[in-house]
Each structure stands twice: as structure tokens, then as C-alpha cells.
């Protein structure tokens, strides 16, 4: 096929002229096809789904009511700007609840569009070419992509097990912290599941104050919190001054499709986020903020998801650790983030479907994409690899299970299908 007339014109942020042709495929594209070839070739065997990262329940019956009657007032059909005051007034009675964060609706709340697209524009207010964002890796790379669309780089910062999955500021050079102006952190933690203790966060702000940057605390999952009390960057002393804090109604409000989030923190950051905000969309649909704001008003919603997600993960470390899985319980998030079998003592022998020259020979694997690729199409158990500082599996209990009885049964046939594996470990990480 010939290119188009404009295939020349596309930017170089997203490929330029090579754009489109690019053969690489994606780790999320390689497990959906990896998950299409199990249920082609294994379609007898139930394909068990710890892959998702979206919650499994609709929102609260009560919200979907508000909904079901601002839907036809006719005062909310129009453009909502930068949000309405209800929904502000909503967050601060929340904030203050839930983490004693004292905000002024007016000036340091905005609400967005899902906390993605807070995420995607926020580094445009800062962020001119040759400039440095400081980002946490294993995460989520929305603000690093934006901030490479405007000409600035990323300065990765891994996330070890050694370090307690928290970033070693003390030891960046003094050149990056002299070009970085932005630091984003996510807390807890997408995929390790670590929460930060308010010492960390005292940390960051001395850190921020004597480099003088910005950081930006995502905290997406920050309902879904099992290690301490779910916790504000904005309740430490002082963090107001250097940054603001990203929240999202998806994760501990069951309304991933609603679209709904907000920016809060320092009051110059936050208009500064308005105004790019302004520039790229009009606002959420004011029914969609009301009923937002009757969920952030119900402390009861949030309190059963973080229950059923606990129950869930405790159940999956319970069997992992069985199996041998060196895991503990996550401090927070919906994810267990646990080290990559480097091989199987029985690999796939009845279970795998391997062909006959590889019966009895031991398997091994050299990244956590390739033992997820293996457990997907060979055993149809789907999980999210992530090789950037080490080798892990993510497991999510986002999975679809109508009752405890089903969630046991999940259980058990995980179980069954790993027990005949064999998952070996490195040794040093058995330790
Ligand atoms: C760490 C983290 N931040 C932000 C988001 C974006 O969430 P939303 O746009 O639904 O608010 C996600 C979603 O998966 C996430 O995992």
C-alpha cells in the first residue's frame, strides 16, 4: 500500500515519517494476542484474567440514581468549563474527611476529565524543551510522554525492592537536579503496591524546596489503602507549597468510565493547570459531577471496595506463597507485584501443551515477559509483566467473580494449574 500524501508530515513526537510503520509490538498488544491464542488453541481451558487493571464492579447504586435524575435537568446540558462549585465543595468536604486536607474550593481544587488527562497536561505548564521530569519506573508514563512531546526528557528513577520500592532522591546528580523542574510520584504505588509513610513525604518536600522543582503526587489509588490509613502528600507539612496532588473517582469509587478526577494543591499550580485545561477541553458533564460529588460525600463507597479488594489480594498471596511465589501482601493499590518465576521444574508437562521435543525439559526464563508470555498461552493465566527494575509479575484482582465462593474457586484452579508447573525462583530473592 502506498503511503498518503501526508505520511512525510506527521511530527517527530509520534514517529514522524516512520509513523504507522513501526513493526515493534507493545507489551499490552503482546498479551492480548497472546491471550486471543490461548482461547484459540486451549479453548476447553478457562482463560484466568489477573491481567486487568480496571475495577469489576459499577459504581454505587445511590450515584447511579443521582445520575439517572441530573441526566434530564435541563441547567446541566451545557459546556462545565472548569468544573462546578458543587463538585469542588464535594472534594474539600472529602479531603478534609478523608485525609484532614483543609482546601479552598475557589482556588485549589480543578476538577478533570479522569486523572489521565490531568496527568497528560500538567507538564505543559512547566515543562520547555531541554527541561527534566523526574519519574518513578515501573509506572504509569503518561506525564513522561507529555513531557518528551514538549522537548523535555525523563529521568527515570527504579523502584527496588531494596529501596522498599521508594525512590533514592538522596543520590541523583547535581546536574539532574539542577534541569529537573518536575517530580512525579505515585503513591500507592501503580504497580509495586507501596504506600508512602508521611516521613517519605516530608522527604519530597525538603527535596523539592532545595532543588527547587515541582512535584506532582498521583494518587489514583490512593482510596486503596491497606498498610496505614489512606494518606494525603497534601497532609504533610509544607507539601502545599511545592506541588499538587492528582486524584481520580475511577479506582476507589468503582467510575473507571466516568471520567472523573481532580487536581488539588498549591493555588498558583492549580490555576496554572486550569488554564491549560481550558485549552484542551470544556469541562465533564455536569450530571456526571454531581453525582461524583454525592459519591465523594459517601464515605461508605470507598470503604467496601478497599474491603472486598483487601479480602481479594489476601486470598491471591495466600495461593501464590503456596506455589511457591516469594509475595507478601501489598501495602496498597489492586495489584500484587511479585518476582518473575525464572523457570519450572515441570515445564508444562501435562498441563503446557508443549511439543513432544521439549517434554521434560526444564524451562527457563530470562524476563518476567517472557514467563507471562508462557503462562498465558500455555496455561492461560494472564498477568502483566514489568522488566524495568527487575523482573515482576503484576497480578490484579480486578477479575470478574460474583460472590466470595467464586473468588475460591478462582483460587483453586490458579492454584492447581501452578502446583503442576512448578514456578522456580531465583535464589537470591528467596533469601
Ligand atoms: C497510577 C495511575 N494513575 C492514573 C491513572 C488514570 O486513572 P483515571 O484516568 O481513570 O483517573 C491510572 C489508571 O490506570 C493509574 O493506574
Given at each position: 500500500m502506498s503511503d498518503p500524501y501526508f505520511q512525510q508530515l506527521f511530527a517527530e513526537r509520534i514517529g514522524g515519517a516512520r509513523y504507522g510503520k513501526d513493526s515493534a509490538i507493545y507489551k499490552f498488544e503482546k498479551i492480548k494476542r497472546a491471550k486471543r491464542l490461548a482461547l484459540a488453541e486451549h479453548p476447553e481451558r478457562r482463560l484466568l484474567d489477573f491481567g486487568i487493571g480496571e475495577n469489576d464492579s459499577m459504581a454505587a447504586e445511590s450515584v447511579r440514581q443521582v445520575m439517572a435524575e441530573e441526566i434530564n435537568r435541563p441547567e446541566n446540558r451545557g459546556y462545565a468549563d472548569n468544573g462546578i462549585g458543587l463538585f469542588k465543595e464535594a472534594v474539600c468536604r472529602f479531603m478534609q474527611r478523608t485525609y484532614g486536607v483543609a482546601l479552598d474550593p475557589a482556588t485549589e481544587v480543578n476538577h478533570c476529565i479522569g486523572s489521565k488527562t490531568a496527568l497528560a497536561m500538567l507538564p505543559a505548564m512547566l515543562i520547555n524543551p531541554g527541561d527534566l521530569t523526574l519519574m518513578t519506573v515501573p509506572g504509569y508514563p503518561v506525564a513522561g510522554?507529555?513531557?518528551?512531546?514538549?522537548?523535555?526528557?525523563?529521568?527515570?528513577?527504579?523502584?527496588?525492592?531494596?529501596?522498599g520500592f521508594l525512590p533514592d532522591l538522596e543520590s541523583l546528580p547535581a546536574d539532574v537536579r539542577q534541569r529537573a523542574k518536575l517530580?512525579?510520584?505515585?503513591?500507592?504505588?501503580?504497580?509495586?503496591?507501596?504506600?508512602?509513610?508521611?516521613?517519605?513525604?516530608?522527604?519530597?518536600?525538603?527535596?523539592?524546596?532545595?532543588?527547587?522543582?515541582?512535584?506532582?503526587?498521583?494518587?489514583?489509588?490512593?482510596?486503596?489503602?491497606?498498610?496505614?490509613?489512606?494518606?494525603s502528600f497534601l497532609a504533610v507539612p509544607g507539601a502545599r507549597d511545592v506541588g499538587v496532588e492528582v486524584h481520580s473517582m475511577s479506582k476507589g469509587f468503582d467510575m473507571i468510565g466516568w471520567r472523573m478526577g481532580w487536581v488539588c494543591g498549591h493555588e498558583r499550580l492549580v490555576r496554572a493547570f486550569a488554564d491549560v485545561k481550558d485549552n484542551c477541553d470544556s469541562g465533564q458533564f455536569i450530571a456526571i459531577q454531581k453525582a461524583a460529588a454525592a459519591a465523594l460525600d459517601d464515605a461508605s463507597i470507598p470503604r467496601q471496595i478497599r474491603a472486598k479488594y483487601q479480602r481479594r489480594l489476601k486470598k491471591l498471596v495466600a495461593m501464590l506463597w503456596r506455589c511457591g511465589f516469594p509475595c507478601t501482601m501489598?501495602?496498597?493499590?489492586?495489584?500484587?507485584?511479585?518476582?518473575a518465576p525464572i523457570g519450572l521444574k515441570n515445564g508444562g508437562l501435562k498441563n503446557g501443551g508443549l511439543k513432544g521435543g521439549d517434554l521434560g525439559r526444564r524451562i527457563s526464563f530470562e524476563t518476567a515477559e517472557a514467563a507471562s508470555q508462557y503462562l498465558i498461552t500455555q496455561q492461560s493465566i494472564c498477568t502483566v509483566p514489568w522488566d524495568d527494575a527487575g523482573a515482576y509479575l503484576r497480578f490484579s484482582v480486578t477479575y470478574e467473580a460474583a460472590d466470595e465462593?467464586?473468588?475460591?474457586?478462582?483460587?483453586?484452579?490458579t492454584e492447581a494449574r501452578l502446583m503442576e508447573i512448578g514456578p522456580l525462583f531465583s535464589p537470591d530473592i528467596l533469601e
Open positions: 510522554t507529555h513531557t518528551a512531546y514538549y522537548g523535555g526528557s525523563v529521568y527515570r528513577l527504579p523502584l527496588l525492592a531494596e529501596n517530580l512525579v510520584l505515585c503513591y500507592p504505588n501503580s504497580p509495586t503496591g507501596r504506600t508512602a509513610p508521611p516521613e517519605f513525604y516530608e522527604r519530597v518536600v525538603r527535596f523539592a524546596r532545595e532543588n527547587q522543582l515541582v512535584v506532582i503526587q498521583d494518587a489514583a489509588h490512593a482510596l486503596l489503602s491497606f498498610d496505614r490509613k489512606p494518606n501489598p501495602g496498597g493499590t489492586y495489584f500484587l507485584y511479585t518476582p465462593a467464586a473468588e475460591d474457586r478462582l483460587m483453586a484452579e
